[in-house]
């Protein structure tokens, strides 16, 4: 409920009441000034004198006492920038003059497009407020959601669009948020990438104008990730402010960072507004995805430990063995048959597989591509979700019996969204897929999306999910989405509303995934997309881990999982070991750096083990059992980027904390030794100073006299030296520190 402002002063004398208690919440009712704190950020803004909602402050902890006076408008810049449009609002509507990135633009029944939101009142919501925005004439509502996490001071902010008119409104932008910082030098940090390149972090000035960092392919892409951080001055991982913010949507979406015409900084992000329209009939609404922002203080690396820690507690989905924990599983370590025998999957073949990753000490074996239809190559067989009766003549059963019997739960790959034209299901219903009729049907990897807006797909993808859910015991699908939208029409419905595609398309991808969880509580799920092409928080609320990339090579990975930890916490960050030389870059490399580069995440094996020699079993059942040791501090700790493999660089480092500081982990990489270059000393972080912590390499030594032990202070100042003889091509170790 909206409250009117006699309401808003009856909540002020309760909150005032109630100062004695932290709050981190509060209205000024005098001042109109909305209050939100939370762990080391407060986040302000007020209505100004003209009505409109105005963001005062983003940043460090304020006093509890310290107040805002009312928010004033800017002024006008001469005759060409009006206040409206140099006033950092909260969400502002596309008109009176407005030039910089609009929060909504609409176009009303009447061809009218001038929308200005202003303030209509408030209601408290938990850990924040629901603000109510009204344009100036026309019934035409938005009502602004905050939250903010009392741990990390992480925002979550969306918006509910609502036609309280009685003609159609048609939404043509909308964004969850727009975040305003002040003018000053800022660097902005962006994720970019390719199939087998995803996780380029970019650095660079922000300078007038935008710099869009989008997706038009209907889904997340490879081609740009959903969040950004902007730090001042220059990149540091240990120092210095940092804003950041991530978009919880897997349709295709657009973050723009502008510096405006007075040099101050907007970012606005939602639906991407390319080819968007969703036509409100009376009475409907449009909710925006989430918006997530948040601040820190201590670089780089402080701001990826906040969102790591706010994922793992807030984003990511628990299942029946974790209800109501803090923090999810760490992932099983798995077998993936994928590189190892492609779509040739068979059962014999299978269960061979599955003796040997049983014996290495695997968790979970999964079968990938080519179970299913007439499934021999990508030609045939997508939509076709039968057990194909050449290749399981008794079905999956004895397999997954099989997997059960070695001690390892089973998993499965699927692909719901697509259909191969060769298939029963694309014969059956060729009108189930996107396209425009009469026009090409663009295939890609031979396939076509099918349209999941439609409720009839939703109710067929639905369904064979949930029977393959029944009637095998499945605790895990690899779900895949392997190429981008082409011809995007859904000609079931008129005109002017085949736009809202965009839309219901995800809304439905969200709701299977969640109806499928309801009915499944101990079944999880990876989000795939030809690797890393469908990695965002929205997919991350109900799916339990991520495919980074198809490359696997470990030196690739160590640039990509590097990226990638810039916005994602390593619980989800999957990552395997398969064979060399590398199919990708043609690289050799040995067992054991393969092996270290993919326990710097959620470890995997992907190689075709099969033929493997004992000694690479024996080294790879050690490393298993090491890994699984220590897996909680990797893959749920606190991540210091000791040294960046970006840039070209000879070496890279990472350290993670376990966050009672009780353990923690050191990966070092060498690339390529040049001119006799020791290893450079890592000076570890995040250590008790004053306890001692034991040091135990996990995979190659310290130097001569280093000590079995020593306090936080002497690794984190003295710091950890490699071995004189860590030198070469494509060198690793790691080691652990145990609190005595
Ligand atoms: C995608 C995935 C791979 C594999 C294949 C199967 O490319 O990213 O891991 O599952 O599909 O076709």
Redesign the pocket.
């Known amino acids: 409920m909206v409250k009117t402002f006699s309401a808003a002063i009856l909540t002020l004398a309760v909150t005032l009441m109630a100062q004695a208690q932290p709050s981190s919440a509060h209205f000024d009712a005098v001042a109109k000034v909305f209050r939100l704190d939370g762990g080391g950020v407060s986040y302000v803004f007020g209505v100004n004198p003209k009505g409109e909602l105005q963001q005062l402050y983003w940043g460090g902890r304020l006093g509890a006492s310290d107040a805002f006076p009312q928010a004033a408008p800017l002024p006008e810049w001469a005759s060409f920038d009006s206040s409206y449009s140099n006033t950092p609002q909260e969400f502002a509507g596309w008109g009176a003059g407005l030039f910089v990135e609009p929060a909504l633009k609409v176009t009303f029944a009447d061809g009218n497009r001038d929308l200005v939101l202003h303030y209509q009142g408030y209601s408290e919501a938990p850990n924040g407020f629901d603000v109510e925005l009204k344009d100036i004439l026309r019934p035409i509502a938005v009502t602004l959601h905050y939250a903010i996490d009392p741990q990390s001071g992480i925002l979550a902010r969306s918006a509910t669009i609502v036609n309280q008119g009685a003609e159609p409104v048609t939404v043509e932008q909308a964004a969850a948020a727009a975040w305003a910082l002040p003018p000053a030098h800022y660097t902005l940090n962006y994720l970019t990438g390719r199939w087998a390149g995803e996780w380029t972090l970019n650095q660079e000035t922000v300078r007038p104008g935008e710099r869009v960092i989008e997706s038009r392919r209907g889904s997340t892409g490879h081609q740009a990730n959903p969040w950004f951080a902007i730090q001042a001055g220059e990149p540091d991982e240990d120092h210095g402010e940092v804003w950041f913010g991530a978009l919880a949507w897997s349709g295709s979406w657009r973050i723009s960072v502008e510096q405006d015409q007075l040099d101050a900084v907007r970012v606005t992000g939602g639906f991407n507004p390319f080819d968007f329209g969703y036509v409100l009939h009376p009475g409907q609404s449009l909710e925006t995805p989430v918006f997530y922002g948040g601040y820190a203080a201590n670089g780089l690396g402080g701001a990826s430990r906040l969102l790591h820690r706010y994922e793992l507690e807030h984003i990511l989905p628990r299942t029946a063995a974790t209800a109501g924990q803090i923090l999810p599983k760490p992932r099983p370590v798995i077998y993936n048959s994928?590189e190892a025998t492609e779509f040739k999957v068979n059962e014999a073949g299978q269960m061979a597989l599955a003796e040997k990753a049983a014996a290495l000490g695997i968790d979970r074996f999964v079968m990938?591509?080519g179970w299913f239809g007439q499934r021999k190559d990508?030609h045939a067989g997508l939509g076709d979700w039968y057990v194909n009766p050449e290749k399981f003549p008794h079905g999956l059963k004895p397999l997954i019996d099989k997997v059960h019997s070695l001690g390892m739960d089973f998993g499965l790959?699927v692909e719901p969204e697509m259909v191969n034209p060769d298939s029963d299901l694309y014969r059956k219903h060729p009108d189930w897929v996107l396209h425009f009729p009469e026009r090409a049907e663009s295939q890609q990897r031979n396939q076509l999306v099918l349209n999941l807006a439609r409720p009839d797909v939703r109710a067929y993808v639905f369904g064979f999910l949930d029977k393959l859910l029944n009637e095998n015991n499945i605790a895990f699908l690899?779900w895949?989405y392997?190429r981008n939208w082409t011809e995007p029409g859904w000609m079931q419905l008129a005109p002017a509303e085949q736009k809202k595609v965009y839309v219901e398309f995800t809304h439905n991808l969200y709701g299977i995934l969640a109806e499928l969880r309801r009915r499944h509580p101990k079944v999880e799920i990876e989000s795939?997309s030809?690797?890393g092409g469908r990695v965002d928080l929205g997919i991350l609320r109900y799916t339990d881990e991520v495919?980074p990339s198809?490359n696997t090579d470990p030196f690739d990975r160590l640039t990509q999982q590097d990226g990638f930890s810039y916005a994602y916490t390593p619980q989800i960050m999957m990552a395997w070991v398969t064979d060399s030389p590398h199919w990708l870059n043609h690289r050799t490399t040995s067992l054991t750096y393969r092996m270290l580069s993919s326990m710097q995440g959620s470890l995997g094996i992907g190689a075709n083990i099969a033929n493997w020699t004992p000694e690479e079993a024996a080294t790879a059942k050690r490393l298993i059992a090491a890994y699984h040791q220590v897996q909680p501090t990797i893959a749920q700790g606190d991540l210091y980027r000791l040294i960046s493999p970006r840039g070209g660089s000879e070496f890279s480092a990472t350290q993670t904390v376990r966050s009672d500081k009780s353990q923690s982990v050191v990966f070092a990489f060498i690339h390529s030794t040049q001119e006799g270059r020791l290893f450079p000393t890592l000076r570890l972080k995040g250590l008790d100073p004053a306890a001692q912590y034991a040091l135990t390499p996990i995979e190659g030594k310290a130097r001569a006299g280093t000590p079995a032990a020593a306090s936080g202070a002497w690794w984190m100042n003295h710091g950890l030296e490699m071995d004189e003889g860590f030198r070469g091509d494509f060198q690793s170790a790691a080691f652990r520190l145990d609190r005595k």
Do not use: H, Q
């Open positions: 994928w990938d591509d990508d790959w690899k895949d392997n795939c030809g690797g495919w198809d």
